[in-house]
């Protein structure tokens, strides 16, 4: 009797214990989900790398397309250099929320520029700027000759106290130390929250055998890749920073360097269910995304081939005219 009694003191106590851990777990904030579009202003004859940068006009014009044209009430950024930082005050107004990513690369001075610019746009704009990133896919572009570029900038952040979460940005590929068995990496300890990029388009070109992703099965690709980051990461939000599709050249797809097969076909059909599927899945599971991207480059084809000025929801010349294409 004694044995039963005391069995169902025990159980009581356990019971009573889990519910309010159940509900001081249901008081924790939780992250805002954000549904965004990656914004940069480099459209028609703009090109970040020469020239004239994109003046506040601009800027303007585009962001009240993109609001006036789709859902997207958020903004992933590039860069907080040459009059890139009128963004955030052109974003407070139209109450649009921004990633902002501080662009990191090979100048170290430039480099420092952008981390005090940053800082200073994240004390100016603290309810519009809700994460910033220390560069976008820094590893991808130099390996990891300039890891401490982005554990310089995360200091200096961290050093500023600002209040927003920080992290980094790159591939699935780069979050999983470059291993197929996702492995951390040192900078899942130093950030906040992970900036995923997953690209099924690139996958079908520059990887092995086992990868041949077609439109259909591109939303799948992009939520295993980011469980397995969650996995890799727990407790850590993570965020697929970019994902899209290209709609043209039309029919056209890329070529496997490695088996040679043609796997994925540009199309608008096909880049409108990318984006539509995907962002469904990342709604179902309450999981942050952006698309990539709000409005097509003519730059981009230098760096990336046919394809690279393919990926706006929105095209680059007036009246950029938007919808999934």
Known sequence: MKLLVWFLAFLLTALTAHSYLARQAAQQPQPEVLHCAAFSPYVGAFNPDWGPHPNPELIDQLLDNLIKHTPFRCIMTYGVLNGLDYTFAAAKKRQLKVIAILWLDKDIAVNSQSISKGIEAARTYPDTLVRLSCGSEVRTRHSHAFDSEITRCLNA?????????????????????????????????????????????????????????????????????????RNTYPGKEVILTEFGWPYGPEQRSEINEHTGKHCGIASKSNQRQVIKQTFAQLTQKNWSGVVFEAYSENWKPANEGPFGDYWGICQNTPPYSCGLQ
């Not at 927003?164 to 590929?173: A, G, H, K, R, V």
């Open 157 to 229: 952040l961290r050093e500023a106290k600002v209040s927003q979460p920080i992290s980094t940005i790159d591939t699935w590929w780069e979050w999983c130390n470059r291993s197929l068995i996702c492995a951390p990496t040192q900078f899942g300890a130093q950030v906040d929250w992970i900036g995923v990029n997953v690209f099924p388009w690139w996958e079908n070109k520059h990887s092995g055998a086992y990868t041949c992703i077609p439109a259909a099965k591109a939303a799948d690709f992009h939520i295993d890749r980011i469980q397995t980051i």
